[in-house]
């Protein structure tokens, strides 16, 4: 479903991510793990088109999309949440899911006719509030998202990165600064996203997350890939030991 082919990304002297590739199959959770300031966040940046890549390729359903504009990935399929929550904290729930339709709505000549746009919104926001009900934060529809607790928030997010309906979703460290309860809550909703057939490209710090979910895991050390396998192979692989979980235990790196 993503090929990513010897991509490099340079900002000035800084090399971010160093001919990396990267196979993602349809349907599959992908983790991607690595220490901080390793690239993962550039990676996404990349695939969904924010940045544009120095060098090499990335195909997305066989179709080449290096040099397509965000808006273009998205219409294809892929969405994207944020490492740092990026929500309208004044308006609604449901207002801030509903912002993430944009791409469905018809803006053909039947939207000129009252009936079929007001159909049309009618039925999009029943959608909507069908992926709160899926994420379980239903009963909040209403609220402001600035008076949500922040794991709901999380939600809001995945809930309006769903509703453009995905077929690649990219959750860029879903539970950084939760706690362990929120953590498992949010692990859930992830493997239910997956369920629903999506398929999922997840940056994560929480290893117990990363590696009791994923079919597959990618290891990223200064924008190199160093390793990559099923969970199993990942945690007894003595590259990864040194260069990341040493690392994480030694000087216990807190999510960024
Ligand atoms: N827009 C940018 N301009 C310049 N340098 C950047 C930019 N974005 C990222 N970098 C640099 O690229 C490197 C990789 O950063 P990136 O944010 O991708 O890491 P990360 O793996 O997501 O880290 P973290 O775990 O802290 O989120 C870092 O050295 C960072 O400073
Ligand atoms: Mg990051």
Do not use: C
Not at 148 to 169: F, G, K, W
Not at 190 to 197: C, D, E, L, N, T
């Amino acid at each position: 479903m993503l090929t990513i082919k010897r991509v490099t990304k340079s900002f000035g002297g800084v090399v971010a991510i160093l001919n990396l590739d990267l196979e993602v199959s349809q349907g599959m959770i992908f983790g991607i793990i690595g220490p901080n300031g390793a690239g993962k966040t550039t990676l996404f940046n990349l695939v969904t088109g924010v940045l544009p890549a120095s060098s090499g390729s990335i195909i997305f359903k066989g179709q080449e999309i290096t040099k397509l504009k965000p808006y273009q990935i998205n219409r294809m399929g892929v969405t994207r949440t944020f490492q740092n929550i990026r929500l309208f904290p004044a308006m609604t729930v449901l207002e801030n899911v509903m912002m993430g339709q944009s791409r469905l709505i018809n803006s053909g000549i039947t939207s000129l006719i009252p009936y079929y746009a007001r159909s049309k919104a009618k039925e999009l926001k029943q959608e909507a509030e069908g992926l709160l009900e899926f994420l379980g934060i239903a009963e909040k529809k209403n609220w402001l998202v600035k008076e949500l607790p922040y794991a709901d928030q999380r939600r809001v997010e995945m809930a309006r990165a769903l509703s453009s309906h995905p077929d690649l979703l990219l959750l860029d460290e879903p539970t950084a600064g939760m706690n362990e309860e929120e953590t498992a809550e949010i692990t859930a909703d992830i493997a239910k996203m997956r369920s629903a057939g999506r398929t999922i490209l997840l940056i994560e710090h929480d290893m117990s997350v990363v590696m009791s979910i994923s079919d597959r895991i990618a290891v990223i050390n200064f924008g190199q890939k160093i390793a990559e396998g099923k969970p199993e192979e990942i945690q007894n692989d003595p590259l990864v030991l040194e260069a990341y979980l040493g690392r994480e235990e030694e000087e216990n790196v807190q999510p960024s």
